[in-house]
């Protein structure tokens, strides 16, 4: 079968490369039908790749080539892949894609636009790289009803973590080292203040609960605040800091969606995900918690990822899978700081019986060179707005949600 | 969509209780089919159960009902679950299953047979229980060459190892709280044995590498050795002993498979799996390491998958799934022994001196109350029958292997 790759990027050329290096395993699961790249879409000149004959700047070439059957979309951004995508949808291919940041936006779209055209759009990278997630939700929990989902779905920031909760490491000199490996760009906005993740978030939630999430929905507080005082603080109450993306079922009209810092205690499976990798935890009623792990990004697990979705599109051919969402509303995600209780953490500027007058019950939490006007302490379950408003009178440094996974 | 479901015991009555709690989410999966139990077969009464007019103790009643499209065997054990199956296969109906023993000893056969007649036989349950398992490794791995698998693929011997590691209790006393539990049987020889884990390492194995793989082909050691003074030792060089199945890939034609005790250092994500949840590691060459994790045994998680299966089964009702593995041959699972290296850790009456003129390097372990002529260490990589040469003159206690994942 003939296919085109979109962006010849990392991924884009990760994806040639398991194609062409997986011939033999890759035709042992479609029952004996190769994949053949016969065009690579890049307005780059690559004159020494061994693919160069391949190449072409016009996306017609692709588009209209009637050989074509499946495309890999690995540009990344909304333009113009979202356009590409779907021209190829109306004509009649499936296209595969690791464009998360496509997904959220358009995915309801460009799955609608598939469904009419009886082909697939499948985005298993798209979420957790070489993580499966998207099908085994979608297929092996489908007897379930997803309670919640909460998810390590940025490797940068869980790399910068795991630097600054196990080798002590700033989080200035943590992002430096990020970028450094190569695990962070030069402007890191996307990962640090939680974007990327927020993508991921909106991709998980509309696949769960069946209707579309934008990003604009998802409230996202990055890592910039988090200090080693905090660090400190929380490893006293055997915790760690991980920056989640949560999702929570509330009923049949709303979920709760937000990516922020969050205390997750040591023996949950989310506390023992170190470096790049990524985690994610979904809560089903039926079957309890199950949890995916593995390399949320890089070329050839993300690559691996997107070729999986290529056979699969390869294997559907003469029928289009049941897989997809429907629209949602302004209101579906609720004001979670109005709406979720959960625990806590607080740091403040601030004497432990001003807190003790305050609030009925808390835990008080110390660390190694602890100021004698600092208290940080975990409260009892209470929605944020209620927390915020009993912080009212107190100079509070730092506060940070304890999660329940 | 009519199903039936054979065996009415703790799975089974799951089945039917998920397919009726679950009626919602299911539609949503399977574009509005809703799953409907017309008949139940067991041979014992249950003449309280809400569904008791729809029992039959005649397999034929299910087998020659033109309505029933799908069933759900959860009778386990290998007769007369395998005729059944077989019979309803050949009839073209499509069987989902959670019997790893059946599947163990007669998947290759009742593949075909589900081939031959246009049908599906599903068996998510088999491994793992809840957790998605086979679908991802057929699926979402499929552009990978599977390099190896390590798994925690037994809850109840899991319990006890950590039970033992974690609170000190003998051997004894945690088989005795596990049974107490209800997490094992009366007999538990199935379960520390290894019995049940080499099943599910067959599964795997079949699964990963195209060949099946029979019980008999799998050296199985279980956990009844263990000792608290091996968890000591090992715990001073940070790291946890588990009962693994493993499975290595070799070359086209052999592969290495076998069940045992295992040393899994901290930082591992196997080393943070406890009590009866399960946890299998798989290694592609293009993914590198992921790791699914959950419940592998209950009553409505392993309910959730056979279900599972059946909303897949009921959804490629005009096509079947490409699924599936050949035969493979007598000397395909190799003798590990004789040609798998690895690090060992030894326990061992005898003196340092001893085993430093044996082995030309060793890390010694020490515990609290050791005894001065006790030592233990792990050794270098070397295949197991060298190193039980090496200890020929010996008097050894126990011997572990150490895994790599």
Redesign the interface.
């Given at each position: 079968m003939k296919v085109a790759v979109m962006g010849y990027g990392t991924v884009g050329s990760g994806v040639v490369e398991?194609?062409e290096s997986?011939e033999k395993?890759?035709k042992?699961?479609?029952?004996g039908v190769a994949l053949e790249v016969k065009r690579i879409l890049d307005l780059r000149e690559f004159p020494d790749d061994p693919h160069a004959s391949l190449f072409t700047k016009d996306f017609n070439e692709i588009l209209n080539d009637g050989e074509i059957e499946v495309v890999a979309e690995t540009m990344g951004g909304v333009n113009p892949a979202y356009e590409f995508t779907k021209k190829l949808l109306e004509a009649g291919k499936s296209v595969v894609s690791s464009n998360k940041e496509l997904v959220a936006q358009k995915g309801l779209e460009l799955l609608e636009t598939a469904k009419a055209h009886g082909v697939n759009y499948l985005f298993?990278a798209s979420v957790g790289g070489?993580?499966?997630i998207i099908?085994?939700m979608?297929?092996?929990?489908?007897?379930?009803?997803i309670e919640g989902i909460a998810g390590i779905l940025n490797g940068t920031t869980n790399f910068i973590l795991t630097k600054m909760i196990e080798d002590g490491m700033t989080f200035e000199d943590a992002l430096k080292l990020a970028q450094d490996n190569g695990y962070a760009e030069k402007d890191p906005t996307a990962d640090i203040e939680g974007f990327d993740a927020c993508r991921k978030v909106c991709i998980l939630a509309s696949l769960a609960f069946?209707k579309h999430v934008y990003p604009n929905q998802v409230e996202c507080e990055g890592i910039t605040k988090i200090t080693l005082e905090d660090v400190a603080y929380i490893s006293s109450a055997k915790g760690v800091i991980k920056l989640l993306g949560q999702i929570k079922y509330i009923d049949e009209n709303s979920i709760a969606a937000f990516v922020s810092p969050a205390v997750v205690f040591n023996?949950s499976?989310l506390?023992?995900v170190?470096g790049v990798f990524n985690a994610i935890l979904v809560r089903?009623d039926?079957?309890?918690?199950?949890?995916?792990?593995?390399?949320g990004a890089?070329k050839?697990?993300t690559?691996?990822?997107v070729?999986?979705d290529?056979?699969?599109a390869a294997?559907h051919t003469?029928?289009r899978k049941?897989f997809g969402w429907g629209e949602g509303s302004e209101d579906y995600v609720i004001d979670h700081k109005e709406k979720i209780t959960m625990p806590f953490y607080v740091r403040a500027k601030a004497k432990q019986s001003e807190i003790q007058r305050i609030f009925s019950e808390v835990k008080f939490l110390t660390r190694y060179g602890q100021p004698s006007d600092e208290v940080a302490f975990i409260t009892d379950e209470m929605t944020e707005n209620k927390l915020r408003q009993k912080l009212d009178a107190i100079n509070t440094i730092n506060i940070i949600k304890v999660t329940n996974y």
């Open positions: 398991v194609i997986h395993v890759i042992k699961r479609t029952d298993e070489g993580i499966p099908r085994p979608d297929q092996c929990l489908a007897a379930n009803n069946g023996g499976q506390a023992s170190n089903g039926a079957v309890g918690d199950v949890c995916f792990y593995g390399p890089g050839l697990p690559a691996s990822a070729v999986a290529m056979v699969d294997k003469q029928r049941i």
